[in-house]
């Protein structure tokens, strides 16, 4: 009798095991997504770096502060680029005075030029005037060769005179755009000392504080937009080529917790990061969060594929990855779409098709 109860027992418990861990495929809409990690960052984000080497002598924002393109952001200890600077505006100022200023030099030139063309215009009178007597034969040779000789000495010292003008115009024009472009390179160099922002947007951390050395390799502060934000997405390489522009993204995130928010893929950086083999993922809110900070994490699954009314079975019943245990044994399965749950049968079993779970 003893024995009778322990087989009944026994009997009852594998029947209820086999119940409970048999079904029949099931016809659902199955949606297929790839899921990754996120983090939220400021879009145009960036690390505020120096030209130059230096010590910092003022801070003009803080953490928090809307800064607009250009704005100085930090200064640096530049008192030689000033000096430079200063030095090359006085010598533009002295080389634009000598070409067209009151000490111009042109202007000398010019009153030679003039005294010349009269001494010329008298000394060609009196030439030709002695010429027309030679001819006659009027008058002596002598007085005829000292004309001749005293105006061509003037034609010859105007011509002279007119290329030294021409030749000192060049040489201060020249002067004058050396001078404007030194000038214009001492004032560059005088800006490398001051950091401006480079966008319209945010200062979300200061790196460093007024007296401290700094080297260009090191970032000075972090920026970005105050009202744009891009969502960052590590996808697994296995799952890369899954992934389109344009594809939408649900994602939870940890400072809101039991919100879903819908994004849209926007871009897909083809760099692969060989420390996780993952690759970065960009997408943008459809409807952002009222208050976003940089970092911000959660999760996200991108949705790669939608089936309507379609065969599936749950995962955990394959075996070897494409098999499953029937009445009739072993059956081989043509597999579809999947997510985390379940998979889309093709062919293989039907509806009817009794499957059991396979012992851990």
Known sequence: MRNVLVFCLMYCMLSCKSQADKITPSRVDLVESVYTSVTVQPDSLYDAHSAVSGII??????????????????????????????????????????????????????????????????????????????????????????????????????????????????????????????????????????????????????????????????????????????????????????ISAGQRVLITLDAYSGEVFEAEISRILPNKDQRNQTFTVEAIFKLPPETLYPGLSGEANIITRTKENVLTIPRNYLINGEQVETEEGLLTLELGIENLDLVEVISGIDEETIIYKPEQ
């Open 57 to 242: 002598e003022t801070i003009f924002v803080e953490e928090g502060d809307s800064v607009i393109k250009d704005q100085p952001l930090i200064q640096i200890i530049n008192s030689t680029p000033k000096l430079n600077a200063e030095n090359a505006r006085l010598a533009l100022d002295l080389a634009r005075d000598n070409y067209s200023g009151g000490a111009a030099i042109l202007s000398g030139i010019e009153d030679e030029i003039h005294a010349a063309e009269l001494n010329l215009a008298n000394d060609s009178i009196n030439f030709f005037r002695q010429k027309n007597l030679w001819e006659q034969d009027i008058g002596s040779k002598i007085d005829y060769d000292t004309k001749k000789l005293k105006y061509e000495l003037s034609s010859n010292a105007l011509k002279l005179l007119k290329s030294r003008y021409d030749r000192t115009k060049s040489e201060l024009e020249t002067t004058l755009r050396q001078a404007r472009n030194n000038y214009q390179s001492s004032l560059i160099n005088t800006r490398d000392f001051t950091v401006s922002s480079k966008i319209n947007g945010m200062v979300y951390s200061l790196r460093k504080n007024p007296g401290e050395l700094i080297t260009t390799m090191e970032p000075l502060a972090m920026l970005g937009s105050a009202t744009d934000f891009i969502i960052e997405l590590l996808v697994d390489e296995a799952d890369i080529v899954k």
